[in-house]
């Protein structure tokens, strides 16, 4: 929401827009908070719980960085997801798992992580090699490193989104691609997930599906200039 309000500001330079982003910034750093360590910092998952999460954390780090409204922190927030990439080129879902749930390294959360680094002008080719071998099948995302299934609009989403920020035009399209024909329900909606059967689930979420599609499919045509 508070980037989608700081593109908002951009264009119209509204100052109650800017009131508003400043109290967006208060909150990640007031009431989510933070744990520090050393020249690095992780942002809070929620106000609640006090787990590190990788993602969510380079999520509040982007806000703050792309609005110049506490870089200082940002880049510190930057430096502990950067420094948290494994070896191979992957990420695990929590930075300090504090939480005993499963610690897996999925498809959407690399994706969004991906795709903020370089929001924050941070090109990161090891992490990406990674996604496109390992969490993609092709042009159809895969549930996790080990699950290929079941394929989730989300992640079909976010595949697009991350290709298209990365300028892999060819990649983008034939996730584009892909998506239309599994997904598309050939009227104006997109269906929930594609099961390994071949079995789907048509359900439509207005936030799960329809806003991501409509996101990710702007920013492809807008960055490849298609329309």
Known sequence: ???????????????KVLEHLKSIAKTIVKDFGYDSFEKEICFYHTPLD??????????????LFTSNLNKELAKKSITYTVNGQNPDGSWNYF??????????IDNRHTGFILENLMRCGIKNEKGMKFYKEKLMK?????????????????DVTQALITYTIYKDKEAATAVFDFMLKEFF????SF??????NGKKNKTIFL????????KSIAFYLETFKAV
């Open 50 to 63: 006090k787990n590190l999460v990788y993602n969510s954390n380079l999520f509040a780090a982007t806000f």
């Open 185 to 188: 329900d050939g009227k104006n």
């Open 207 to 214: 936030r799960w599906n329809q806003a991501w599609v409509y």
């Open 1 to 15: 929401i508070g980037l989608a309000i700081l593109e908002h500001y951009k264009i119209t330079k509204d100052p």
């Open 191 to 196: 269906y929930y997930k594609l099961y390994k």
């Open 138 to 154: 092709g042009p159809r995302p895969k549930w996790s490193v080990k699950e290929e299934y079941p394929c989730d609009i989300h």
């Open 95 to 104: 930075g300090n798992n504090k939480s005993g749930k499963e610690d897996k």
